[in-house]
């Protein structure tokens, strides 16, 4: 009498993304009153166990992640693939999209002056894996040149895409990272980036800044003022010194003023920055990357409170 147990085997090739030459292959297997699919990764070397999952599942092999981007005129200018083919880190450009003036002028003491006239480039980072679980993510924004070496740091943050293996979609990908103008001053000088909230709420954040030091007593001890949710934001704007601080807060105040349009941009917080840090007679010792963290919390901080 035969004790064997029946199993259902599929297969399928993953391979390289630019390549694509085989890097190996995941094999699926259903196995006879179970209600789950095992998978695992085969390559030359080793062997990858990928977990369970329902019978439905599906892998989405490399190429196909990539090829949206291939056919809006994207290159992949950087790759990285781990654990023979598992996981994948990339940078993406375009080399036919056009360079913009780049307005941030904050960290010119960090990295110098004489890469900052070179402009903006459209860029996509991805970083996925094969694994259950892992999914693929997408941020699109525009880098520029800061370092000989080919080093690129984001200025504007474009969009983002998130998706799983089961809900991967093309034309999801494209709305997500491409499905909005970008917006130009009336100069056409500038990129504003995308709208993150309304100016009203610029006159909340100022309340968010001129408070950071004040709390209030409730049950015995001091208490800050700011619900949970928030506190964590406040952590980089904190690490601002005072005088900067004060010179943020001037600067939001002008942007209500002096602005005709309801919407916020992106660039709106961090032209309010540079130009509070330019204003100071003696520019505060901080990094470029204390500031672009800044600037990143005042983004979370409007898109809350536009709410």
Not at 164 to 189: A, M, W
Not at 247 to 270: C, H, P, T
Request: charged share 20%; with cysteine; aromatic share 10%.
């Amino acid at each position: 009498m035969s004790n064997s147990v029946g199993v259902n085997e599929s297969t399928m090739l993953v391979h390289h993304p630019l390549t694509r030459e085989p890097l190996g292959e995941i094999v699926s297997r259903v196995y006879e009153n179970e209600g789950v699919m095992r998978h695992s990764f085969f390559t030359s070397k080793k062997t990858y166990s990928l977990g369970p999952t329902t019978d439905s599942f599906r892998f989405v092999d490399w190429p196909e992640v990539f090829q949206p981007l291939m056919e809006q005129g994207y290159e992949i200018s950087k790759l990285i693939i781990a654990r023979g083919g598992l996981k994948v880190a990339a940078t993406l450009h375009n080399p036919k999209g056009p360079t913009y003036k780049d307005p941030i002028n904050w960290d010119s003491g960090t990295w110098g002056e004489g890469l900052k006239n070179e402009g903006l480039k459209d860029g996509v980072t991805f970083t996925g894996g094969l694994r259950p679980g892992f999914g693929y993510h997408f941020h699109r924004g525009f880098f520029r040149l800061v370092c000989t070496n080919g080093l690129r740091l984001e200025t504007l943050g474009l969009g983002d895409s998130n998706m799983s293996h089961t809900n991967f979609s093309s034309e999801k990908l494209i709305e997500e990272l491409f499905g909005y103008q970008v917006v130009t001053t009336p100069s056409g000088d500038f990129l504003l980036g995308e709208p993150i909230g309304k100016m009203s709420a610029i006159k909340k954040v100022q309340k968010v800044l001129t408070g950071l030091n004040k709390t209030v007593y409730e049950e015995g001890e001091e208490q800050p003022i700011y619900p949970p949710f928030v506190k964590e934001l406040l952590a980089p704007l904190e690490d601002l010194s005072k005088p900067l601080r004060s010179k943020v807060v001037e600067q939001f105040e002008a942007m209500v003023q002096n602005s005709g349009r309801k919407e916020v941009y992106e660039l709106d917080l961090a032209n309010a920055l540079t130009t509070a840090t330019n204003l100071l007679q003696k520019v505060p010792s901080r990094s470029f990357f204390g500031q672009k963290n800044a600037q990143q919390s005042l983004v979370k901080l409007t898109g809350i409170y536009s709410l």
